[in-house]
């Protein structure tokens, strides 16, 4: 059943055409994700559907209640962000609307509620449209995913990840278009350049033949016609070359390598230890006693639920609070979105370059992993938008002198492409990066190590997040078997070299595992 049809939908902002859409249709039960870049007109293209904003052209036919879920909440309240996020989508599924436009839906929700979010609108009867950049909660809830990019909407089957394996599939056929073009215009080019070598010769009599002997045989006539052919060949091939349609070249991620202070002295070994770390607030508790420790070249994830100590820890980590040690080969950079940091009068090369160790290149370099391309990096900071300012910031710490990187939430503001970009660099980053993340996706493509605090207890998980995610703790039997047999064994290779070298010690060590093992027996 057809809820909601747009026709030929054009939408300018001042001189620019934002939204040129052609065609889109919403059916019952649609689970339909919207994405694009920053400022690519997706909170508009939600306005226009539900009514709230009138396009210059086109016409919309719905079914039904279209209810918008805005992305700007009230503010004036004393709640937190995350129940007035909550509250939003309570009053608007309440509704029981056909269509449920959502706008950034899991904004200020930590992994819990937006697991939450997750199952309400699985069970919601209302077709949705979502704009995230959360890539699980589409995987999770969308079978169709609407690509908005110049003003354009192309519609792809599937939820987020199968999306990007079709853009990959069209990536890989571009690249294959592009070789064959080339190729193509390779072998006309050279088709080209031998024509009208050979026209060019042909204007020359035969050195055997005399003046007089051309004049009789009409040997000049007769080159001066094989020279136009060939000319009008040439000129053919010319055509040709064109009308060849022209196939853009894929730009591939440039490889980032860099050297990193202390490197020597620093991978692999331990640079930070946390003993009998603690916190607490008042009377509340955020977590009891804990000790970790975190190694040159880690991926350190530290999630839980909001309020739970996430950045409280981050702090005490950055000012080596009572409990934390950091090796003196550990360089830290933090960056917790604090655009401050930028001259908005100067360009994105000239902030980045002014703290950098790096050279211009690899500065440039990192900027187009970046998406900052060519001329792009001379554009003064006072022009970006928020997220490209952020993107502006965190390229700056990061070719700074530094070997660790410490995020607090990271991907906000960031739109799904920019995230996936600071996702690639920090893989390939060598140095340790410590960060605080609710984007499950993120977590699990950078981090190798899982730091929760939950319940008031911190809990370290050698691992991915997923691998987190599916752990099971060994039962306390399986646990005491484990024991037992390692006990047995130590026993019998004692008994052994007693047997050959007895000794007091061997002796004493030989009964505390006897004792060790009857303990465990009693258990």
């Known amino acids: 059943m057809m809820l909601l049809e747009a026709n030929n939908i054009k939408l300018y902002i001042k001189d620019r055409l934002l939204l040129d859409i052609e065609k889109l249709q919403i059916q019952k039960n649609d689970r339909i994700g919207l994405v694009g870049r920053n400022g690519c007109g997706k909170t508009t293209l939600l306005e226009v559907l539900s009514g709230k904003t009138t396009a210059d052209n086109g016409t919309i036919a719905a079914n039904g209640i279209c209810e918008l879920l805005p992305q700007l909440k009230r503010t004036d309240t004393s709640k937190s962000g995350g129940e007035v996020t909550q509250e939003y989508i309570n009053k608007a599924l309440a ?22 979010l997750e199952r309400k ?9 979502l704009v995230s950049h959360d890539r699980a909660f589409l995987d999770v809830l969308c079978t169709k995913i609407w690509e908005l ?22 990536q890989n056929q571009q690249k294959q278009a592009y070789e064959t073009y080339e190729r193509k215009k390779k072998q006309l080019e050279e088709a080209l350049i031998l024509k009208e070598k050979k026209a060019e010769r042909a204007t020359k009599t035969p050195k055997n033949v005399s003046a007089s002997e051309a004049s009789i045989t009409g040997a000049k006539p007769y080159f001066a016609k094989k020279q136009k052919k060939l000319q009008k060949a040439a000129k053919a091939i010319e055509t040709r070359l064109e009308k060849l349609d022209k196939v853009e070249k894929v730009k591939d991620a440039p490889v980032i390598k860099m050297n990193l202070p202390n490197e020597e002295t620093f991978k692999g070994r331990i640079a930070l ?31 839980g639920p909001n309020g739970s100590g996430k950045t409280t820890l981050i702090k005490k980590i950055i000012n080596e609070d009572d409990g934390v040690s950091i090796s003196p080969s550990m360089k830290i950079g933090y960056f917790s979105q604090n655009i401050d940091i930028l001259n908005t009068e100067k360009s994105i090369l000239e902030n980045v370059s002014s703290t950098s160790i790096q050279n211009e290149t690899f500065i440039r370099t990192v900027l187009a992993r970046l998406h900052f391309f060519r001329e792009d ?15 502006v910031a965190f390229a700056k710490l990061f070719v700074s002198e530094i070997n660790t990187i410490i995020l607090d939430e990271p991907t906000n503001f960031l739109d799904i492409s920019s995230v996936e970009a600071l996702e690639s660099l920090l893989q390939e980053y060598e140095g340790t990066v410590i960060f605080v993340s609710h984007d499950r996706q993120f977590i699990e493509s950078v981090a190798t190590r899982i ?35 390692l006990l047995e064994t130590r026993i019998t290779e004692v008994l052994s070299r007693l047997c050959i070298e007895p000794s007091d010690e061997l002796e004493l060590e030989f009964q505390k595992l006897l004792a060790d093992k009857r303990k465990l027996n009693n258990q």
């Open 273 to 303: 230890r946390a003993e009998d770390l603690q916190c607490s607030i008042g009377k509340r508790i955020l977590w009891k006693s804990a000790s970790f420790h975190v190694r040159g070249g880690d991926k350190l994830a530290i999630i």
């Open 95 to 116: 509704k029981n609307p056909e269509i449920l436009l959502a706008d950034e839906p899991t904004t200020n929700l930590d992994t819990n509620h937006i697991e939450w």
């Open 149 to 170: 990019d110049e003003g354009k909407v192309k519609v792809y089957k599937g939820n987020y990840s199968d999306y990007m394996e079709q853009k990959e599939l069209e």
């Open 377 to 391: 990096v001379y554009k003064p900071v006072g022009v970006l938008s928020g997220g490209e300012r952020v993107k």
């Open 121 to 129: 609108f699985k069970k919601s009867l209302s077709a949705l449209v």
């Open 451 to 485: 730091l929760a605090i939950n319940k008031q207890e911190i809990q370290l998980f050698d691992g991915t997040y997923e691998e987190y995610k599916n752990y099971k703790p060994k039962k306390a039997r399986d646990t005491q078997e484990e024991q037992r047999l």
